[in-house]
């Protein structure tokens, strides 16, 4: 069935350094990747999506790449900053159409040491 | 900025009874989600539903649940006779059907 793999499941760091995380997804129709930010008890908030028709996306300090060859899409978070700590999770879609779920990664707990 | 709304944001519930979800969409959105939460894992989809019907469902929406949208806005998620394993958080979210999903702020189930 449909899956999406994260990897790491924690990633600490020290304030100002670049924060990697991989994702790789098992459907080949999935053609939309966001990334969602969930700060402890809260709701998930979409940070940066990629569409199938582009490689990378960039804003401000955030990034996403995508290989569908390979299908894998990673985020990149450069100067990270302790406001920054939070599980981010991947998700892999089709879409358009009327189903458009989102299937999740496992998360990753980022943490930012000041 | 339009939110999704939720409420209510903490449901205490006894094992066998009935709990009603809801949530209102944002106002020109039309494609509807419930995903739920377990503590500490991941976001798991349940249900999606657009033009007044179920799209799609995963395995873990057996027949204890339901969706409806009995009014035009207010859109619902009910556990029928819920059980212990039911208790997580429930997100509602909404989108346009170009991908892009809003969350709501999510409900907090404890089954006791």
């Known amino acids: 069935g449909e899956n999406v793999e994260q990897h790491p499941s924690t990633l600490s760091v020290q304030e100002g350094d670049s924060a990697v995380i991989k994702c790789t997804y098992s459907d080949s129709a999935s053609n939309y990747f966001p990334w969602y930010k969930q700060e402890l008890g809260k709701r998930p908030q979409l940070i940066i999506d990629?569409?199938?028709?582009?490689g990378e996306k960039k804003d401000q300090r955030i990034a996403v790449t995508l290989n569908k060859t390979a299908k894998h899409f990673s985020l990149h978070i450069t100067e990270t900053q302790p406001e920054d700590s939070a599980v981010y999770f991947c998700a892999a879609s089709i879409t358009p159409g009327n189903t458009g779920k989102l299937i999740f990664g496992q998360g990753t707990t980022l943490q930012v040491k000041p | 900025e339009p939110e999704v709304t939720q409420t209510p944001s903490h449901q205490v519930t006894q094992m066998g009874q009935e709990v009603i979800l809801r949530c209102v969409p944002i106002s020109n959105h039309l494609y509807f989600y419930w995903y739920r939460q377990i503590l500490g894992q991941k976001v798991e989809f349940l249900v999606s539903?657009?033009?007044?019907?179920?799209?799609?469902k995963s395995e873990i929406f057996d027949d204890q649940f339901s969706v409806e949208r009995p009014d035009g806005s207010n859109f619902t998620l009910k556990i029928r006779s819920t059980k212990l394993e039911d208790s997580a958080m429930y997100f509602c979210a909404t989108g346009t059907g170009a991908g892009i999903q809003y969350f709501g702020a999510g409900t907090r189930l404890s089954v006791l």
């Open positions: 990629i569409r199938s028709n582009v």
């Open positions: 539903f657009y033009n007044n019907e179920i799209s799609e």
